[in-house]
């Protein structure tokens, strides 16, 4: 199959602050000190690889008391041109919401919304053709998803998170081609029984993640149709990919998994 990539915007925020300080994942641990000018780098790399690939990327100015903004992709969803602000789960990032919402403001969208309930944007949001699908357990209220539905005016599908280590939804899943409702690939184990027999009946095709790929946060990725940017050591994801007509472009960004994030958790994607 021939797949094509579709020209995307994409909203980053460098690392220049970056640092891990508290731990609010399995993945931080303020005794790993953080090698800033490698993060800078790895961030540096993952940007230019968009525009190498022809889409457009806008940047959010750092905070120097918010290190985790780097990952842009909590700060809001954007679906059709509307903005769902987000609401953070721990004190130490909930700054980041405001200052999300006050670039889309400057930037001239109408269409906002501010949450009432817990969502961490498209940590736990993640759009198909029709369908928005849900993380919660974690991060998200359960509340956040009807939410999102009367705001997007598009059905919302809540999967239930029981691994920790797997805390938002895109740690676990990674929607391939978004203009289907059918290519995903996402690691069963971090879902309750029920999730994932309701993802085995939405994608029956799915890309099905080993343990050790999803370890190395390879299901953390970015597609647009054709080229899937994602950790260079999620090694087992890419033969399945290149089966499908997809084109794997592996990246290392370690220093930025200290945080717990790495390629999704750096990217927030602006549709419409």
Not at 9 to 25: A, D, W
């Amino acid at each position: 199959m021939v797949r094509r990539a579709t020209a995307r915007r994409y909203l980053m925020c460098p690392p220049t602050h970056f640092k891990v300080t508290y731990s609010i994942n399995p993945w931080m641990d303020p005794g790993k000190p953080v090698d800033l000018p490698l993060a800078l780098a790895q961030w540096e790399d993952l940007r230019d690889r968009y525009r190498a690939l022809g889409h457009t990327v806008e940047e959010l100015q750092p905070h120097p008391e918010l290190p985790d903004m780097v990952f842009a992709a909590n700060g809001a969803t954007v679906v059709d041109g509307r903005v769902l602000g987000a609401r953070f789960a721990y004190p130490e990032r909930t700054a980041e919401a405001a200052a999300h919402l006050e670039w889309f403001r400057a930037r001239g969208y109408r269409d906002i919304h501010e949450p009432e309930h817990i969502n961490e944007g498209e940590g736990d949001f993640a759009v198909t053709a029709s369908w928005v699908l849900a993380g919660r357990g974690f991060r998200s209220s359960p509340l956040s998803h009807p939410e999102a539905q009367e705001f997007f005016g598009r059905p919302v599908i809540g999967l239930d998170l029981v691994n920790p280590r797997y805390y938002h939804l895109d740690t676990a899943l990674c929607v391939l081609d978004d203009t289907t409702d059918s290519e995903v690939m996402y690691y069963p184990e971090a879902f309750s029984p029920g999730s994932q027999a309701v993802l085995a009946r939405l994608f029956p095709d799915a890309i099905i993640a080993q343990e050790a790929d999803a370890e190395a946060f390879g299901l953390n990725a970015v597609s647009d149709g054709r080229n899937v940017l994602l950790p260079q050591a999620a090694v087992g994801l890419f033969e399945p990919l290149r089966q499908r007509g997809y084109e794997p472009i592996g990246l290392d960004l370690s220093e930025l998994l200290k945080g717990g994030g790495s390629v999704k958790c750096c990217t927030q994607e602006l549709r419409g």
